[in-house]
């Protein structure tokens, strides 16, 4: 009991504490600023922002940049005269946001990157991140373990080599499949670059940048597409049948699955995505897409409130590691992420809160 009660004043305590750093910081000591409302995954951001913010009673901008860094830093700038505290920035462009960030740093605007790394500047105080190593090592894995005998095609696909994050997914996909190129148990198809490669464990990101400028889907569901069907019109029927494809996320994966899905030589395949999109459950529902990688929105959400609030405290927040930008190790503390397939699909998604049954059907 005595705990129970030691425990209540403690909370109490943070939470006034918390409050007051919100209130006494001003009107809006915290700014969001996400890339783009086109892809689903930062509609995704929004709402759970709203959510915890709303629950939380406090009341913080939300700005898109339209995929449009010129915009991105003009929506910074705008913030900073409202005198914000703390900006929250998932950059369009890793390195183009450098000015934003340095602008937010020059006003004594602390800067949290969120999901995607700012690079080349150290105008960045901390990084609020999933493990996307291990996002991408988990669509490795998944396509290995499906795999069998030597000679399986596989078709590599890549985000925006403006993302920090394309070059992390790629290098963990590489971690799980590069063993299997290298010993013949897949053969990759669409790109002459991994071929070179294949012999190498582990990749330079000038490397990786090889790799990703052939298979970029530029994270656009049209790029992604015409790259399938390009990817299918150039290779004969014997580098079809049974299809081993890495996607890069839900939007694109949905993309290149319709383009495979149509050809008449391609029997069956396997691809992979990330964000557990709506649409894309349905598509698991449904046998259409094998798998997504969660990554718990809610839990990055929180975690880049946490650490503003921490900021506003005027401590630090938690890291577990650093990830570098090119110019500095930035701390971070990583959070984990869940691969979903049709087997745990009702499990991970509905089950857990994430997403309600309403919005799936077939799902018994
Ligand atoms: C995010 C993914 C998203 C992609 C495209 C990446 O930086 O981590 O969740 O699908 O950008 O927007």
Do not use: H
């Amino acid at each position: 009991m005595k705990r129970l009660i030691t425990f209540l004043c403690a909370f109490l305590m943070l939470t006034g504490l918390v409050t007051a750093a919100f209130a006494q910081a001003g009107s809006l000591p915290v700014g969001i600023v996400l890339p783009t409302k086109d892809e689903p995954r930062w509609l995704q951001d929004e709402a759970r922002f709203k959510a915890a913010l709303i629950a939380a009673g406090y009341n913080v901008e939300i700005l898109f940049s339209q995929g449009d860094s010129a915009k991105e830093k003009a929506n910074v700038e705008s913030l900073i005269t409202k005198g914000i505290k703390v900006l929250i920035i998932c950059p369009q462009d890793g390195t183009a946001a450098a000015a934003a960030a340095d602008a937010a740093r020059k006003a004594g605007v602390k800067v949290i990157s969120y999901d995607r790394l700012i690079r080349g500047t150290d105008s960045v105080d901390y990084y609020v991140t999933f493990d996307s190593f291990a996002v991408g090592a988990a669509w490795g894995d998944y396509l290995v373990k499906n795999a069998s005998g030597k000679g399986n095609n596989l078709y590599l696909y890549a985000g925006a080599s403006s993302d920090n994050n394309a070059f992390i997914f790629f290098e963990g996909a590489w971690s799980a499949l590069q063993p299997k190129i290298a010993d013949g148990t897949f053969v990759v198809r669409n790109s002459t670059e991994a071929v070179k490669l294949m012999g190498k464990a582990k990749l330079s990101r000038e490397e990786l940048g090889k790799i990703i400028g052939q298979v970029t889907t530029d994270w656009n569901f049209g790029v992604a597409k015409n790259k399938a069907e390009a990817d299918l019109t150039k290779n004969k029927r014997s580098a079809k049948g049974t299809v081993f494809v890495c996607a890069p996320n839900d939007g694109t994966a949905r993309a290149i699955a319709d383009v495979f899905a149509i050809d008449r030589d391609v029997k069956k395949f396997y691809i992979t995505g990330q964000d557990a999109e709506v649409a894309s459950i349905q598509y698991i529902i449904n046998g259409k897409q094998s798998m997504t990688v969660l990554k718990d929105v809610r839990v990055l959400v929180n975690d880049a409130i946490a650490a503003a609030v921490a900021y506003l405290k005027g401590s630090t927040p938690a890291k577990t590691t650093t990830y570098n930008n090119g110019k500095f190790d930035v701390p971070a503390k990583p959070s984990a992420i869940t691969t979903v397939t049709r087997d745990n699909v009702k499990a991970a998604i509905v089950d857990s809160g994430y997403y309600p049954s309403s919005y799936f059907s077939g799902l018994e």
